[in-house]
């Protein structure tokens, strides 16, 4: 066949596929060609291709590649993680707001594996349970439709499990597994283990490795995520002691569901610093709480919202994160070039076995809000070279983990930062040192 025959086949098919699955995500996110992850997306391919990607043979068959996706900074790209807790292959995901759950790259890798079952549901090509009833067929029907009218058929790879991602769960779920206990929304052990037949290369991905002994600072003060950080996750939603606060500074703060990572990072040094056993509840603390309110206050003083801050340098780390936001990642004047002194009092403090409070600056004013930002706290440094450091950093998103680091490679008058979780490799792009002073808890 000819080349504009080729081409002419794949534009009927693509037209096809559009009219049966209505519109698509945007396949055509903006990315940094020279950027040090711009490998992450070399295989992606525009929507009309679609078919192809998924192994129509009609077009051809060809090998699977990586899907677009949309995923912000610090949540993608989509990737099968393994769980942290050892419960299954991958961990748990289901619908809401927090990391720990909800947005990360295991979510992007399910949207993936979902939207394969949802093109074979399409073709009749997907091997439904043979008991499947008319009542169940009428349901899939339904659902899938929902979808079509949301324009997520196929889902928008975008990392985040909401609503849509919710409906297309339900749909698998319901295809593969007669008890309808199992029809939950939630992708926990069972429903991997079954999305896992829809990997591309076929079957299971191999178990993962034995997670080596994290890497230990050479230089460090003491702290150890796993004994002296909190064991319950960031997943809060701001209090509106603080939303009212922010208000005041009529800067676009978001939805608040990152949590209160400054208030958990400010307190877990106050406990440390102070000798007092960090509290071992496993649960978030409910809204109220003595604890809860604890990490409120805490919350309050990172950012300089709080009472005593009134007159004097009132929301100073608020305003300091929305001006680094509109900054550039590189070049003169860029986020970059401010985190490279950042990086020199970091280490002098560490150096002298000061724990240290960080601003983590995650996104611009166009790519997310204020919440879109973290708070760490930082307790040991490795110098690897004259040009690269890993800094050790207790991430309240990450509970009794003792491999988080930042690495920062300086160059020339920049520092590039890069979160490493594990194996994976998140962009960072600066962070600056935040006021902290120890408070008895």
């Excluded at 693509?14 to 040090?36: K, N, R």
């Excluded at 007669?178 to 178990?207: C, S």
């Excluded at 307790?379 to 491999?403: Q, W």
């Amino acid at each position: 066949m000819n080349p504009s025959a080729i081409c002419a086949s794949r534009r009927k098919r693509a037209q096809s596929l559009l009219d049966d699955h209505g519109p698509g995500p945007d396949l055509f996110p903006e990315w940094d060609p020279e950027s040090l992850f711009a490998s992450d997306f070399e295989a992606a391919v525009p929507l009309l291709d679609w078919a192809e990607e998924f192994g129509d043979t009609e077009l051809g068959g060809a090998a699977p590649s990586w899907a677009a996706h949309s995923c912000r900074p610090g949540e993608g790209p989509p990737a099968p993680l393994p769980d942290p807790e050892g419960r299954g292959l991958h961990p748990l995901v289901y619908r809401g707001v927090s990391r720990r759950r909800s947005r990360n790259p295991a979510a992007g890798d399910a949207q993936r594996l979902l939207n394969r079952f949802l093109h074979q549901l399409a073709r009749g090509s997907f091997p439904c349970r043979s008991d499947l009833s008319s009542a169940d067929r009428a349901a899939l029907a339904r659902m899938g439709d929902d979808l079509r009218r949301r324009g997520q058929y196929p889902l928008t790879v975008d990392c985040r499990f909401g609503t849509s991602t919710r409906i297309a769960t339900l749909m698998f779920q319901r295809c593969v597994f007669p008890d309808r206990r199992a029809w939950d929304g939630k992708i926990g052990p069972r429903t991997w283990a079954k999305l896992e037949l829809l990997r591309p290369h076929g079957g299971t991905v191999a178990p993962p490795r034995p997670t080596p002994a994290p890497p230990r600072p050479s230089v460090t003060t003491g702290f150890l995520p796993s004994i002296h950080g909190f064991r319950f996750v960031n997943s809060f939603t701001l209090p509106p002691s603080i939303t009212g606060p922010l208000a005041r500074l009529r800067i676009p703060v978001g939805s608040g569901g990152y949590g209160l990572c400054g208030g958990m990072s400010f307190l877990a040094g106050d406990y440390f610093l102070f000798g007092v056993p960090v509290p071992t509840t496993a649960t978030v603390p409910p809204t109220g709480s003595t604890l809860y309110n604890k990490l409120v206050r805490r919350q309050l003083d990172s950012l300089k919202l709080n009472i005593s801050s009134a007159l004097r340098g009132f929301g100073g780390p608020v305003l300091k994160f929305h001006r680094w936001m509109g900054l550039p990642d590189r070049g003169p004047g860029s986020v970059a070039e401010l985190t490279a002194p950042e990086l020199g009092t970091v280490a002098s403090s560490l150096g002298h076995r000061r724990i240290v409070m960080l601003g983590l600056v995650l996104v611009s004013r166009s790519t997310g809000a204020l919440t879109d930002n973290h708070q760490v706290l930082a307790y040991g440094i490795t110098v690897r070279s004259a040009k690269r450091y890993e800094l050790h950093v207790y991430d309240p998103n990450y509970p009794r983990r003792d491999d988080i680091r930042l690495e920062v490679r300086l160059v020339g008058r920049e520092a590039v930062t890069t979160q490493l979780v594990g194996s994976t490799r998140r962009p960072v792009r600066g962070f600056f040192v935040m006021p902290y002073g120890a408070v008895r808890p």
